[in-house]
Protein backbone atom coordinates (compact mmCIF):
# COMPACT_ATOMS: atom_id res chain seq x y z
CA UNK A 1 0.00 0.00 0.00
CA UNK A 2 1.14 3.62 -1.11
CA UNK A 3 2.15 5.70 1.58
CA UNK A 4 0.36 9.09 1.71
CA UNK A 5 2.17 11.95 1.35
CA UNK A 6 2.78 14.18 3.98
CA UNK A 7 1.17 17.81 3.29
CA UNK A 8 4.16 20.53 3.04
CA UNK A 9 2.36 22.68 5.39
CA UNK A 10 2.57 19.99 7.68
CA UNK A 11 6.04 21.16 7.95
CA UNK A 12 5.75 23.43 10.63
CA UNK A 13 3.66 21.51 13.58
CA UNK A 14 5.29 21.86 16.66
CA UNK A 15 8.54 23.83 15.68
CA UNK A 16 7.33 26.46 18.32
CA UNK A 17 7.06 23.51 20.87
CA UNK A 18 5.29 19.76 21.85
CA UNK A 19 2.25 21.55 24.34
CA UNK A 20 -0.33 20.40 21.92
CA UNK A 21 1.06 17.25 20.20
CA UNK A 22 -1.84 14.84 20.30
CA UNK A 23 -4.22 17.39 20.36
CA UNK A 24 -7.45 17.43 17.41
CA UNK A 25 -8.58 20.94 17.71
CA UNK A 26 -11.94 22.52 15.61
CA UNK A 27 -11.45 25.79 14.56
CA UNK A 28 -14.66 27.27 13.62
CA UNK A 29 -14.76 30.43 11.29
CA UNK A 30 -18.01 32.90 11.32
CA UNK A 31 -18.42 36.18 9.06
CA UNK A 32 -16.73 38.43 10.26
CA UNK A 33 -13.79 40.82 8.58
CA UNK A 34 -11.90 39.52 11.83
CA UNK A 35 -12.13 35.80 10.22
CA UNK A 36 -8.53 36.88 8.16
CA UNK A 37 -7.02 36.37 11.56
CA UNK A 38 -7.74 32.93 11.78
CA UNK A 39 -4.83 31.54 9.66
CA UNK A 40 -2.30 33.43 12.03
CA UNK A 41 -3.87 31.28 14.64
CA UNK A 42 -4.55 27.76 13.02
CA UNK A 43 -0.71 28.28 12.40
CA UNK A 44 0.29 29.03 15.79
CA UNK A 45 -1.90 25.95 17.12
CA UNK A 46 -0.21 23.67 14.65
CA UNK A 47 3.24 25.17 15.61
CA UNK A 48 2.22 24.11 19.28
CA UNK A 49 1.80 20.50 18.11
CA UNK A 50 -1.82 20.55 17.19
CA UNK A 51 -3.84 18.92 14.62
CA UNK A 52 -6.33 21.51 13.37
CA UNK A 53 -9.53 21.23 11.30
CA UNK A 54 -11.37 24.24 9.96
CA UNK A 55 -14.98 24.88 9.54
CA UNK A 56 -15.36 27.61 8.02
CA UNK A 57 -19.11 29.72 7.86
CA UNK A 58 -20.49 30.81 3.76
CA UNK A 59 -19.90 34.35 4.76
CA UNK A 60 -16.20 33.83 6.16
CA UNK A 61 -15.78 31.49 2.93
CA UNK A 62 -16.34 34.84 0.36
CA UNK A 63 -13.69 36.63 2.71
CA UNK A 64 -11.63 34.23 2.58
CA UNK A 65 -11.05 31.22 0.27
CA UNK A 66 -11.60 27.57 1.54
CA UNK A 67 -8.40 26.50 -0.03
CA UNK A 68 -6.39 28.90 1.67
CA UNK A 69 -7.40 27.07 4.99
CA UNK A 70 -6.50 24.17 3.46
CA UNK A 71 -3.23 25.40 2.63
CA UNK A 72 -2.78 26.83 6.43
CA UNK A 73 -3.67 23.00 7.92
CA UNK A 74 -3.36 20.28 5.84
CA UNK A 75 -7.05 19.27 6.48
CA UNK A 76 -9.60 19.36 4.35
CA UNK A 77 -12.06 22.08 5.43
CA UNK A 78 -15.95 21.65 6.54
CA UNK A 79 -17.72 24.54 4.27
CA UNK A 80 -21.15 22.20 4.35
CA UNK A 81 -22.31 19.05 6.19
CA UNK A 82 -22.56 15.89 3.36
CA UNK A 83 -23.50 11.84 4.26
CA UNK A 84 -20.14 12.09 5.52
CA UNK A 85 -21.75 13.35 8.57
CA UNK A 86 -18.39 15.38 8.90
CA UNK A 87 -20.42 17.03 12.50
CA UNK A 88 -20.24 13.77 14.52
CA UNK A 89 -16.45 13.38 12.80
CA UNK A 90 -15.16 15.78 14.48
CA UNK A 91 -17.41 16.97 17.52
CA UNK A 92 -18.78 13.65 18.73
CA UNK A 93 -17.68 12.15 22.07
CA UNK A 94 -13.96 11.92 22.18
CA UNK A 95 -13.72 13.29 18.47
CA UNK A 96 -11.42 16.02 19.31
CA UNK A 97 -10.01 17.92 22.38
CA UNK A 98 -11.14 21.69 22.10
CA UNK A 99 -13.57 23.52 19.76
CA UNK A 100 -12.74 27.40 19.28
CA UNK A 101 -15.02 29.68 17.49
CA UNK A 102 -12.55 32.48 15.99
CA UNK A 103 -13.73 35.10 15.28
CA UNK A 104 -17.59 34.46 16.61
CA UNK A 105 -20.53 36.34 15.92
CA UNK A 106 -23.20 37.81 17.87
CA UNK A 107 -25.22 35.19 15.37
CA UNK A 108 -23.16 32.20 16.21
CA UNK A 109 -23.21 32.98 19.62
CA UNK A 110 -27.32 33.09 19.68
CA UNK A 111 -27.65 29.96 17.99
CA UNK A 112 -24.97 27.92 20.51
CA UNK A 113 -27.59 29.33 22.80
CA UNK A 114 -30.89 28.57 21.60
CA UNK A 115 -29.47 25.38 20.50
CA UNK A 116 -30.39 26.27 16.41
CA UNK A 117 -28.13 23.83 14.36
CA UNK A 118 -28.62 25.24 10.86
CA UNK A 119 -25.39 26.09 9.31
CA UNK A 120 -22.37 23.66 9.24
CA UNK A 121 -21.05 25.96 12.53
CA UNK A 122 -23.98 26.00 14.62
CA UNK A 123 -24.30 22.21 13.72
CA UNK A 124 -20.84 20.64 15.05
CA UNK A 125 -21.34 23.38 18.26
CA UNK A 126 -24.43 21.47 18.88
CA UNK A 127 -23.24 18.13 18.59
CA UNK A 128 -19.81 19.24 20.89
CA UNK A 129 -21.61 20.95 23.56
CA UNK A 130 -23.89 17.58 23.66
CA UNK A 131 -20.61 15.46 23.70
CA UNK A 132 -18.99 17.75 26.50
CA UNK A 133 -16.05 18.58 24.17
CA UNK A 134 -14.78 22.15 25.57
CA UNK A 135 -15.55 24.95 24.02
CA UNK A 136 -13.84 28.54 23.31
CA UNK A 137 -15.44 31.71 21.80
CA UNK A 138 -13.62 34.33 21.22
CA UNK A 139 -16.51 37.27 20.41
CA UNK A 140 -16.02 40.20 17.87
CA UNK A 141 -18.70 42.38 16.86
CA UNK A 142 -19.26 45.80 16.56
CA UNK A 143 -19.89 47.99 20.09
CA UNK A 144 -23.41 48.30 20.17
CA UNK A 145 -24.49 44.33 19.06
CA UNK A 146 -21.83 43.32 22.11
CA UNK A 147 -23.66 45.79 24.84
CA UNK A 148 -27.13 44.20 23.01
CA UNK A 149 -29.40 42.85 26.44
CA UNK A 150 -30.18 40.03 24.03
CA UNK A 151 -26.21 39.02 23.66
CA UNK A 152 -25.36 39.65 27.13
CA UNK A 153 -28.11 37.42 28.30
CA UNK A 154 -26.47 34.79 25.67
CA UNK A 155 -23.04 35.29 27.38
CA UNK A 156 -24.39 35.19 31.35
CA UNK A 157 -26.30 31.70 29.92
CA UNK A 158 -23.15 30.31 28.43
CA UNK A 159 -20.38 31.45 30.73
CA UNK A 160 -20.54 28.30 33.05
CA UNK A 161 -20.71 25.95 30.31
CA UNK A 162 -17.98 27.46 27.64
CA UNK A 163 -14.70 29.36 27.89
CA UNK A 164 -15.05 33.22 26.03
CA UNK A 165 -11.96 35.26 25.56
CA UNK A 166 -13.25 38.86 26.15
CA UNK A 167 -12.85 41.21 23.30
CA UNK A 168 -10.67 44.10 22.87
CA UNK A 169 -12.88 47.51 23.10
CA UNK A 170 -11.32 49.77 20.14
CA UNK A 171 -12.62 52.44 17.95
CA UNK A 172 -16.28 51.07 18.65
CA UNK A 173 -15.79 47.73 17.91
CA UNK A 174 -15.59 44.35 20.50
CA UNK A 175 -12.77 43.28 18.15
CA UNK A 176 -11.57 39.78 18.43
CA UNK A 177 -8.59 38.92 21.09
CA UNK A 178 -5.30 38.31 19.26
CA UNK A 179 -4.26 35.06 18.47
CA UNK A 180 -1.34 34.50 20.30
CA UNK A 181 -3.95 35.44 23.49
CA UNK A 182 -5.42 33.11 22.10
CA UNK A 183 -2.66 30.64 21.86
CA UNK A 184 -1.62 31.58 25.55
CA UNK A 185 -5.39 30.82 26.80
CA UNK A 186 -5.04 27.29 25.50
CA UNK A 187 -2.17 26.55 26.33
CA UNK A 188 -2.83 27.31 29.57
CA UNK A 189 -5.90 25.12 29.28
CA UNK A 190 -4.13 22.40 28.45
CA UNK A 191 -1.70 22.41 31.55
CA UNK A 192 0.92 24.74 30.42
CA UNK A 193 3.32 26.16 33.22
CA UNK A 194 5.70 28.65 32.78
CA UNK A 195 7.49 26.98 35.36
CA UNK A 196 8.32 23.36 33.90
CA UNK A 197 8.38 25.01 30.23
CA UNK A 198 11.42 24.70 28.40
CA UNK A 199 12.34 22.23 31.29
CA UNK A 200 14.33 19.10 30.09
CA UNK A 201 13.38 15.90 31.72
CA UNK A 202 14.38 12.15 31.38
CA UNK A 203 11.54 9.76 32.44
CA UNK A 204 11.80 6.14 32.43
CA UNK A 205 8.09 4.24 32.17
CA UNK A 206 6.73 0.45 31.93
CA UNK A 207 7.70 -2.78 32.97
CA UNK A 208 11.01 -4.28 31.85
CA UNK A 209 11.45 -8.07 30.89
CA UNK A 210 14.09 -10.79 31.28
CA UNK A 211 14.66 -13.30 28.71
CA UNK A 212 15.25 -16.86 29.90
CA UNK A 213 15.61 -18.45 26.62
CA UNK A 214 15.01 -16.79 23.58
CA UNK A 215 11.13 -17.21 23.82
CA UNK A 216 10.78 -17.12 27.87
CA UNK A 217 10.87 -14.09 29.42
CA UNK A 218 10.31 -12.97 33.27
CA UNK A 219 8.41 -9.46 33.53
CA UNK A 220 5.95 -8.08 35.80
CA UNK A 221 1.74 -6.88 35.42
CA UNK A 222 2.76 -2.93 35.07
CA UNK A 223 0.91 -1.06 32.45
CA UNK A 224 3.46 2.08 32.43
CA UNK A 225 -0.10 4.14 32.32
CA UNK A 226 0.84 6.42 35.11
CA UNK A 227 4.01 7.43 33.79
CA UNK A 228 3.02 7.76 30.28
CA UNK A 229 0.10 9.82 31.65
CA UNK A 230 2.71 12.19 33.60
CA UNK A 231 4.53 12.15 30.64
CA UNK A 232 1.65 13.33 29.10
CA UNK A 233 1.18 16.07 31.90
CA UNK A 234 4.67 17.29 31.52
CA UNK A 235 4.59 17.69 27.21
CA UNK A 236 1.33 19.87 27.69
CA UNK A 237 3.09 21.71 30.67
CA UNK A 238 5.91 22.51 28.03
CA UNK A 239 8.79 20.16 29.28
CA UNK A 240 11.19 18.68 26.81
CA UNK A 241 10.37 15.32 27.73
CA UNK A 242 12.71 12.09 27.00
CA UNK A 243 10.83 9.06 27.74
CA UNK A 244 12.96 6.01 27.75
CA UNK A 245 10.13 3.37 27.76
CA UNK A 246 10.00 -0.38 28.90
CA UNK A 247 7.46 -2.61 27.52
CA UNK A 248 3.98 -0.66 28.49
CA UNK A 249 0.59 -1.62 27.03
CA UNK A 250 0.15 2.37 26.92
CA UNK A 251 0.93 4.57 23.80
CA UNK A 252 3.60 7.04 24.37
CA UNK A 253 2.41 10.67 24.34
CA UNK A 254 2.84 12.71 21.54
CA UNK A 255 5.54 15.45 21.75
CA UNK A 256 7.43 12.91 24.16
CA UNK A 257 11.33 11.67 22.08
CA UNK A 258 10.81 8.02 22.69
CA UNK A 259 13.47 5.56 23.42
CA UNK A 260 11.88 2.11 23.45
CA UNK A 261 13.87 -0.27 25.55
CA UNK A 262 13.30 -4.15 26.62
CA UNK A 263 15.27 -5.28 29.59
CA UNK A 264 16.71 -3.84 32.86
CA UNK A 265 20.26 -3.42 31.41
CA UNK A 266 19.10 -2.12 28.38
CA UNK A 267 17.01 0.75 30.32
CA UNK A 268 20.35 1.49 32.57
CA UNK A 269 22.52 1.76 29.22
CA UNK A 270 19.62 4.01 27.93
CA UNK A 271 19.20 6.47 31.01
CA UNK A 272 23.62 6.49 31.06
CA UNK A 273 23.60 7.31 27.66
CA UNK A 274 20.85 10.33 28.32
CA UNK A 275 22.61 11.67 30.96
CA UNK A 276 25.74 12.37 29.04
CA UNK A 277 23.39 15.37 28.30
CA UNK A 278 21.85 17.98 30.64
CA UNK A 279 18.76 17.49 32.36
CA UNK A 280 16.66 19.55 35.04
CA UNK A 281 14.62 16.75 36.01
CA UNK A 282 15.03 12.71 36.04
CA UNK A 283 11.89 10.87 36.66
CA UNK A 284 12.52 7.45 37.00
CA UNK A 285 8.53 5.51 37.51
CA UNK A 286 9.12 2.44 35.16
CA UNK A 287 8.99 -0.64 37.15
CA UNK A 288 12.50 -1.81 36.16
CA UNK A 289 13.36 -5.75 36.80
CA UNK A 290 15.15 -5.83 40.76
CA UNK A 291 16.34 -9.51 39.87
CA UNK A 292 17.70 -11.02 36.30
CA UNK A 293 18.67 -14.34 34.62
CA UNK A 294 22.52 -15.42 35.76
CA UNK A 295 22.54 -17.45 32.45
CA UNK A 296 19.97 -16.83 29.14
CA UNK A 297 19.55 -20.08 27.02
CA UNK A 298 20.60 -19.49 23.93
CA UNK A 299 17.99 -21.97 22.60
CA UNK A 300 14.62 -22.81 23.80
CA UNK A 301 14.68 -24.78 26.97
CA UNK A 302 12.85 -28.14 26.08
CA UNK A 303 9.10 -28.21 27.54
CA UNK A 304 9.80 -32.66 28.36
CA UNK A 305 11.91 -31.31 31.12
CA UNK A 306 10.12 -31.67 34.36
CA UNK A 307 12.15 -29.28 36.15
CA UNK A 308 13.78 -25.99 35.88
CA UNK A 309 16.02 -23.98 37.83
CA UNK A 310 16.96 -20.60 37.15
CA UNK A 311 19.27 -18.70 38.82
CA UNK A 312 18.54 -14.84 39.22
CA UNK A 313 21.29 -12.14 40.39
CA UNK A 314 20.26 -8.32 41.38
CA UNK A 315 19.78 -5.78 38.79
CA UNK A 316 22.07 -2.42 39.28
CA UNK A 317 19.80 0.08 40.35
CA UNK A 318 19.32 2.63 38.25
CA UNK A 319 18.05 5.28 41.04
CA UNK A 320 21.75 5.22 42.97
CA UNK A 321 23.64 6.02 39.89
CA UNK A 322 21.43 9.16 39.00
CA UNK A 323 23.42 11.73 41.45
CA UNK A 324 26.76 10.40 40.67
CA UNK A 325 26.23 11.40 36.83
CA UNK A 326 24.46 14.45 37.76
CA UNK A 327 24.81 15.86 41.09
CA UNK A 328 22.76 18.58 40.82
CA UNK A 329 19.21 17.14 38.80
CA UNK A 330 16.15 17.10 40.71
CA UNK A 331 14.98 13.13 41.09
CA UNK A 332 12.12 11.38 41.48
CA UNK A 333 11.99 7.98 42.29
CA UNK A 334 9.01 5.31 42.95
CA UNK A 335 8.71 2.93 44.91
CA UNK A 336 6.73 -0.14 44.93
CA UNK A 337 5.20 -2.55 48.20
CA UNK A 338 2.78 -5.00 48.08
CA UNK A 339 -0.08 -5.75 50.64
CA UNK A 340 1.89 -3.44 53.46
CA UNK A 341 0.65 -0.87 55.79
CA UNK A 342 0.87 2.82 55.47
CA UNK A 343 3.55 2.97 58.31
CA UNK A 344 5.73 0.38 56.56
CA UNK A 345 4.98 2.23 53.06
CA UNK A 346 5.91 5.56 53.93
CA UNK A 347 9.35 3.75 55.86
CA UNK A 348 10.69 1.96 52.60
CA UNK A 349 9.97 5.42 50.82
CA UNK A 350 12.30 7.68 53.18
CA UNK A 351 14.60 4.78 52.93
CA UNK A 352 14.54 4.84 49.03
CA UNK A 353 14.87 8.70 49.85
CA UNK A 354 18.10 8.64 51.90
CA UNK A 355 19.92 6.12 49.67
CA UNK A 356 19.18 7.46 46.51
CA UNK A 357 19.44 11.13 47.36
CA UNK A 358 16.21 11.48 45.70
CA UNK A 359 14.37 14.72 46.21
CA UNK A 360 11.22 13.27 46.07
CA UNK A 361 9.33 9.51 46.37
CA UNK A 362 6.26 8.29 45.00
CA UNK A 363 5.25 5.27 47.00
CA UNK A 364 2.53 3.22 46.36
CA UNK A 365 1.17 -0.60 47.21
CA UNK A 366 0.18 -2.62 44.33
CA UNK A 367 -1.02 -5.56 45.97
CA UNK A 368 -4.61 -6.43 46.69
CA UNK A 369 -6.46 -3.64 46.55
CA UNK A 370 -4.46 -1.58 43.90
CA UNK A 371 -4.78 -4.87 41.72
CA UNK A 372 -8.98 -4.97 42.55
CA UNK A 373 -9.50 -1.64 40.49
CA UNK A 374 -6.29 -1.12 38.76
CA UNK A 375 -7.37 2.59 36.87
CA UNK A 376 -7.43 3.67 40.21
CA UNK A 377 -4.07 4.56 42.75
CA UNK A 378 -3.40 5.77 46.14
CA UNK A 379 -0.11 7.35 46.25
CA UNK A 380 2.43 9.08 49.03
CA UNK A 381 4.35 11.71 47.83
CA UNK A 382 7.67 11.64 50.25
CA UNK A 383 9.98 14.28 51.09
CA UNK A 384 12.60 15.21 53.46
CA UNK A 385 10.03 17.72 55.21
CA UNK A 386 6.69 16.44 54.04
CA UNK A 387 4.48 13.24 53.48
CA UNK A 388 1.03 13.81 50.57
CA UNK A 389 -1.27 10.90 50.60
CA UNK A 390 -3.51 11.62 47.52
CA UNK A 391 -6.13 8.90 48.60
CA UNK A 392 -7.88 6.55 45.64
CA UNK A 393 -7.66 8.82 42.33
CA UNK A 394 -7.61 7.89 38.68
CA UNK A 395 -4.67 7.59 37.41
CA UNK A 396 -4.89 11.09 35.37
CA UNK A 397 -5.58 12.73 38.46
CA UNK A 398 -2.39 11.11 40.13
CA UNK A 399 -0.46 12.29 37.58
CA UNK A 400 -1.70 15.49 37.64
CA UNK A 401 -1.11 15.61 41.29
CA UNK A 402 2.38 14.76 40.95
CA UNK A 403 3.37 16.79 38.34
CA UNK A 404 2.03 20.01 40.73
CA UNK A 405 3.96 18.85 43.49
CA UNK A 406 6.83 18.59 41.06
CA UNK A 407 6.32 22.78 40.08
CA UNK A 408 6.15 23.72 43.78
CA UNK A 409 9.75 21.71 44.31
CA UNK A 410 11.27 23.19 41.27
CA UNK A 411 9.89 26.95 41.76
CA UNK A 412 11.56 26.83 45.45
CA UNK A 413 14.50 25.97 44.41
Not at 53 to 59: E, G, I, R
Not at 170 to 177: L, Q, R, V, Y
Not at 375 to 382: A, R
Amino acid sequence: MKARKKHPSLDIVSSYGTELAGKKIVLCVAGSVAAYKSIELARLLMRHGADVTCVVSDAASKLIKPDYFKWATGNEVITKLTGKLEHIQVADYGKSDLIIVYPATANTLGKLAAGIDDTPIATILTVGFGSKIPILIALAMHQSMYENVAVKKNIRFLKDKVDFISPQMIEGKAKAAEPEDVLQHVLRKFGFSSILHNKKILMTAGPTIEYIDPVRVITNQSSGKTGVLLASELVSAGAKVTLVYGSGKEEPPKGAKVIRVDTAKAMFDAVRNELKKKFDVVILAAAVSDYVPERIEKSKIKSTKKQVIIKLKQAPKIIAQIKKWQKNVFLVGFKAEANVSKQNLLREARKKLGESNADLIVANDVGFLYRKNPENNNVLLVDSKNVIQTGWKKKNQIAKIIRTEIEKRLKNT
